[in-house]
Structure formats: C-alpha cells, structure tokens
C-alpha cells in the first residue's frame, strides 16, 4: 500500500491550500483515510479524517477551515484549507488509518511521503 | 500545547533499555488505545506499536508497548544507535472527537 501527496507547494496567505491522496494498493472504499501536518521542526498534529462511507471527523482547532472529501472512483482523498496564514506552513501527510473504529484512532499505516506547503506572498 | 504528555528528549546507552512515557486523561489514554510512531529526521513517521502493544510486522521485538490507567509507554531494548529518532504517541480523545498526538520524544543514543 502506497500513499501520495500532490498539489501546490506555495500558498499565498488568505487562500485555500488543496492537496490530494492518490493511494495505490489498496481501496479506498474501507478503513478511515487522515491528514495529518508537521510545522518545521515541531510535532506532528491531526488534521482531519474521512471514512469510506464519507463520514468526517475533524481537529476542533480548524475544523471552520477544512474540507476533506473522497474520489472512489480515482482512488483518492482530498484535503482543501482556506484563509491560511503563514502558521499553516507545514509538511502535510496523508496516512490510512487501518481500522473501522473511532476509538482505534491514531492508527496510522502506511503514511505518505509528505508535501512540504509553505504559505508566503 | 498537546494533550498527551510526553518527555521532550530521552536518552541512554547502546545495549541498554529506555522508556518513553505519554500521560494522558480518561478521555483519552484512559478510555482508548494507545498507538506508536516513530520518525526519523526528514522522513515520514512509521508505525511502531498499535493498539498499545502490539507491532505490525518488521518490527522488531526489542519494541514493546504498555498501558495502564490513563497513561502508556514505549519501550526500547538492546538499544541501538539507529533507533536514534522521535517517538510520538497518539490516541483518540472522545471529548475532542480527535486524534491527539504527544508532542514527541527525541530519543538519542550516546
């Protein structure tokens, strides 16, 4: 199982950061599917999450600025954060949380790469 | 500030046993499963421990988990100098309806 992050690497502050996660070994049609960011040289923070039946849980902290939704039929998810400031600078991963459980949350396997999005002018 | 509580930095000698704890709360630690990730730097974190002790397969056994009451730990025997990494802890928070992480132990080998 794979996992891929794409999208801009460069935000302007105000705008909405996208990015996508293309998996590839597994469907995306089980389990619960999670974004997660890292700022430079801090921990590691949960974004949000997706189940394949398109229920959503999301970190209270941003909840009023994110959206994350699923594309079964090209095997991907997605994560879009608007009116970002320069404290939304961060590597962002996308991981599959293999469980079916809320309470198995945390649960992170396998986790992308990581997509370095900096927000500046 | 994170929810679970972790030591900034821990560190001990190749060949010796070392913990890492993560406190928590009732409504986290105290009612759910605890998990594990390790991250090494400018690399993507990789699931260590699972359901507070149990480890997906290629980890090696010198990895164990625990839980009780309203905290865990990770602990590290045989300790190597490629075992040098961060270690969070992360579990689900039923009042935040969240994941929360700790905020990471850097762990170093002298």
């Known amino acids: 199982v794979q996992l891929q992050e794409s999208g801009p690497g460069l935000v302007k502050p105000s705008e909405t950061l996208s990015l996508t996660c293309t998996v590839s070994g597994d469907s995306i049609n089980s389990y619960y599917w999670s974004w997660i960011r890292q700022p430079p040289g801090k921990g590691l923070e949960w974004i949000a999450h997706?189940?394949?039946?398109?229920?959503?849980n999301f970190n209270p902290s941003l909840k009023s600025r994110v959206t994350i939704s699923v594309d079964t039929s090209k095997n991907q998810f997605s994560l879009k954060l608007n009116s970002v400031t320069a404290a939304d600078t961060a590597v962002y991963y996308c991981?599959?949380?293999?469980?079916?459980?809320?309470?198995?949350?945390?649960?992170?396997?396998?986790w992308g790469q990581g997509i370095l999005v900096t927000v500046s002018s | 500030q994170s929810v679970l509580t972790q030591p900034p930095s821990a560190s001990e000698t190749p060949g010796q046993r070392v913990t890492i704890s993560c406190s928590g709360s009732s409504s986290n630690i105290g009612s759910n499963d605890v998990h594990w990730h390790q991250q090494f730097p400018g690399t993507a974190p990789k699931l260590l421990i699972y359901?507070?002790?149990q480890r997906p397969s290629g980890v090696p056994d010198r990895f164990s988990g625990s839980k009780s009451g309203t905290s865990a730990s990770l602990a590290i025997s045989g300790l190597r100098s490629e075992d040098e990494a961060d270690y969070y802890c992360?579990?689900?928070?039923?009042?935040?309806?969240?994941?929360?992480f700790g905020g990471g132990t850097k762990l170093t080998v002298l």
């Open positions: 992360a579990a689900w928070d039923h009042s935040l309806s969240g994941v929360i």
């Open positions: 991981a599959r949380a293999p469980h079916y459980y809320l309470t198995d949350g945390g649960w992170f396997a396998p």
């Open positions: 997706i189940y394949y039946s398109g229920n959503t």
């Open positions: 359901r507070n002790d």
